[in-house]
């Protein structure tokens, strides 16, 4: 079965900084990965995927992720922290079993970042 | 840009009352998702819709149904609300394409109460 682990509930950073948040999938094929954030009291947006190519992937608001197939891990960073960044971080993979409809969610990890 | 509405943000409802969760998106998507959010648990698929009149069952259909009765609109029931219900509702809508890769879009979600 497919799945996605987010082994940190909760990450702190000071602003500035840099962060990572981790994710690991266990998939069949070839994954399709996706970065999802939340904010308070709202529905989560998409930050970006990797389907195929380049194992570095660039998205909205400064973010990227890393693919690596070998540890089966795309951790999602960003050099340079904001308080705004203080979100819900959501990892998830598009489940091939069932046509591509499904997306399998991660628990989720908090970021907290402190001025 | 893509657009998801869900018709309610707070609800609060009491055992055994039936609970309608109205969901609306303006892209003419083919594909639509009910969600519920738990922490610890991340989001959890309840069903799914690929079509009009189509409904498939997702990991966690038992108390739920759902109508699809227009492209642009699906529908959570809860046929008797149980306090185990309570939870935040995400509806989503992504496009279907052969190979399709991409996100879904998310409403702003729906937090159901049940007394």
């Known amino acids: 079965a497919q799945s996605v682990a987010q082994p940190e509930d909760q990450v702190n950073v000071a602003e500035g900084n840099p962060l990572t948040v981790k994710c690991t999938y266990s998939v069949s094929g070839n994954p399709y990965l996706f970065w999802y954030v939340q904010y308070p009291n709202r529905g989560l947006q998409f930050l970006l995927k990797?389907?195929?190519?380049?194992?570095l992937v660039k998205g909205s608001y400064g973010f990227e992720a890393e693919f690596n197939k070998s540890q089966t891990s795309f951790h999602l960073k960003k050099p340079s922290a904001l308080v705004s960044d203080s979100a819900l971080y959501f990892c998830?993979?598009?489940?091939?079993?069932?046509?591509?409809?499904?997306?399998?969610f991660g628990a989720g990890t908090r970021l907290f970042v402190k001025a | 840009d893509v657009k998801v509405t869900q018709s309610s943000r707070y609800l609060v409802k009491r055992t055994g009352e039936k609970v309608f969760l109205e969901c609306v998106q303006d892209m003419d998507h083919e594909n639509m998702f009910w969600y519920r959010q738990d922490p610890g648990l991340g989001l959890r698929l309840i069903y799914f819709?690929?079509?009009?009149?189509?409904?498939e069952k997702g990991d966690i259909p038992e108390g739920y149904s759902v109508s699809r009765e227009k492209k642009e609109r699906f529908s959570l029931i809860l046929e008797s609300a149980s306090t185990n219900q309570t939870s935040m509702y995400l509806c989503?809508?992504?496009?279907?394409?052969?190979?399709?890769?991409?996100?879904?879009?998310f409403g702003e979600g729906s937090r159901l109460t049940v007394l």
């Open positions: 998830a993979v598009r489940d091939h079993h069932t046509g591509g409809f499904k997306t399998i």
């Open positions: 990797y389907i195929t190519g380049d194992n």
């Open positions: 819709s690929y079509d009009v009149k189509m409904k």
């Open positions: 989503a809508s992504s496009p279907l394409r052969t190979l399709d890769t991409g996100e879904l879009f």
